[in-house]
């Protein structure tokens, strides 16, 4: 009797997919490789297996890559720099060696690659040149933040980090204020207090966030609270050190409430014009009243204009 064909069921898979990264020789392509977050035990078998069956290795800082396969006790394959400075050359050489046979590894300093790290110009290359590219996961500190945090999961926004300069800073959180979603952050120590205080000006001071540093790590710690208390906290200590993430809860009805009608807006904005440039009124009235930077810039370039003669 002939065999019946059946869908390929997960159990079938599985051997498969695990032998695919164990193979003494992978399939042409790019690997995106996750690396630890901290916690050396957090690194994966099918990522380790892959690291070693590799060509070579594109690393965000080859020092710290170095450090990590020897930790893995892994021999170092062909081993070269692919940072956020790479040129399009870099991409081509990666992309040719692909394209004439050779399986390439991409790894960050820590966590997922291109997820708020180097790589997501090579892999739209990659797929634009028909090659193969694959994903190996693993940790991922925006991820392991927002489970830590009790917040919802169920809709959330990674915004990454945000501007360093706080015009800059305050009217990307105008931006983020109204989003129906749990905000997950990454911030410097140096700038954590600073941060924290524009975001409970531009989210609601009583707007509920968890502070999350170096996770998976000895000193892992995971700090909750309103954002006001949270910012009062941090500045009246000395910065934190590693790498931290914040997590915010999503807009209450209350804090949906308390965006200014357009009267009020454009009292406060004509207040703002008496005394400031167009472009830093927009910033100081966004900022206070978490009204998109975009709607507050064009009621004040209508203002501006009933204004001149």
Known sequence: MAPVDRPVEEEDA???????????????????????IGNLGD??????????????????DTRVARRLLAALAIRAPRLERYDDHADEGARTRLLDAIAAGEAVALVS????????????????????????????????????????SGLPSDRFLFAGFLPSRETARRAALADLAPIQATLVLLEAPQRLAASLADMAAALGATRDAVVARELTKMFEEVRAGPLGALAAAFAGEDPPRGEIVVVVAPPTAADVAAVPDAATLDAQLRAALTTMSLRDAVAAVSGATGVARREVYARALALAGDREP
């Open 14 to 36: 599985a051997p498969e997919i695990i032998g695919a990264a164990t193979a003494s020789k992978l399939p042409a392509g790019l690997y995106l490789v996750a690396t630890p």
């Open 43 to 60: 690194m994966t078998a099918r990522g380790i297996a892959t690291l070693r069956a590799v060509d070579r290795i594109a690393a965000e």
């Open 109 to 148: 300093d820590a966590g997922m690659p291109v997820i708020a790290d180097p790589g997501f110009k090579l892999v739209r290359a990659a797929r634009q040149r028909g090659l193969r590219v694959s994903v190996v996961p693993g940790a991922s500190a925006p991820l392991a933040a927002l489970a830590l």
